[in-house]
């Protein structure tokens, strides 16, 4: 048995960092440049409901969505969708029948405890995302890290220099944690917004 993810700190991290984005900020910059505020919003929301139902097993087609092939964006009620899809989240990955067998996210099946890892990583990094785009503070708890450090370092072997999403961005061994996993992630650890 895999053991379960706490998702329950992170949640709460990403949850306030949404909650300090202001109005004006929504169409800034991200260091994900084909992301304003706005749409890296809309792919929390998104993300988050599809992982609660990947690890619900609730399959239907919005777990075929590809994340990738359109850009998200935020509806009007995204204030109050991302607290209540983020508990969700933490409930449904409460249940160990979550990381048993297989399911479905990003129209890719795979084993529920990947999926578990996965989710993780996307809060971990898409929360950085936010607060950096915002000039929030982030500072995620170090289980939470770890998670998403397991999913993107690149396995024995494997000399790409690449991890799992990507051409990682070297950072030094002796960096803070969260500075290496953002650059596994394929983020340089030092951008800041525009005039920032």
Same mark, same amino acid.
């Given at each position: =048995? ?5 998702? /329950? ?54 777990? !075929?969505?590809?994340?990738? %092939? ?16 983020? !508990? ?13 067998? =297989? ?6 099946? +795979? ?5 578990? /890892?996965?989710? =993780? ?23 939470? @890290?770890?998670?998403?450090?397991? +999913? ?7 000399? %790409?220099?690449? %991890? +799992? ?18 650059? @596994? ?12």
């Amino acid at each position: =048995m895999t053991e379960a993810i706490d998702f /329950a700190p992170q949640a709460r991290l990403v949850a306030a960092v949404a909650e300090g984005v202001t109005d004006e900020q929504l169409a800034g910059p991200t260091p994900c440049p084909e992301y304003q505020v706005r749409h890296l919003l809309g792919h929390l929301v998104g993300l988050t409901g599809a992982f609660r139902d990947a690890a619900r097993k609730d399959f239907g087609p919005h777990l !075929d969505q590809d994340p990738g %092939s359109a850009v998200p964006d935020v509806g009007p009620e995204w204030r109050a969708a991302l607290p209540k899809l983020l !508990d969700e989240l933490v409930e449904a990955w409460r249940d160990p029948a979550a990381y048993e067998g =297989m399911t479905r996210a990003g129209g890719i099946d +795979l084993p529920g405890a990947v999926a578990g /890892a996965v989710a =993780m990583d996307e809060l971990v990094v898409h929360g950085w995302d936010l607060a950096r785009a915002t000039g929030q503070a982030y500072a995620p708890d170090e289980a939470s @890290l770890r998670v998403a450090q397991g +999913l993107l370092t690149p396995q024995e072997g494997d000399d %790409s220099g690449n %991890s +799992l999403f990507g051409a990682a961005v070297p950072v030094p061994d002796t960096a803070p944690l969260l500075d290496r996993v953002i650059g @596994l992630s394929g983020r340089d650890p030092g951008w800041a917004r525009p005039g920032a």
